[in-house]
């Protein structure tokens, strides 16, 4: 089961990241004066451990996944 789960989310992972990718950049640009003095070293940082934690939780929906396959009301 784990490995059906890793068949359906793990192709799906590179569009997600493209459209959190696509997201911050419509931000960025869309709130670039109020942004600029933002944008930092330390700020890329944070985005990319905020990137790492949307990533974390992309792959707990596999996980959610295989709980409701075998929760029992399934087949209720």
Known sequence: ????????WEPLRIPYNLTLIAIVFIW??????????????TSLGIFAVLGLIANVLYSVASLIGIVLQTA????A
Do not use: E, G, Y
């Open 1 to 8: 089961m784990l490995v059906d789960a890793v068949r359906h």
């Open 28 to 41: 960025v640009i869309a709130t670039w004066p109020h942004f600029r003095p933002a944008l930092t070293l």
């Open 72 to 75: 029992p009301i399934r087949n």
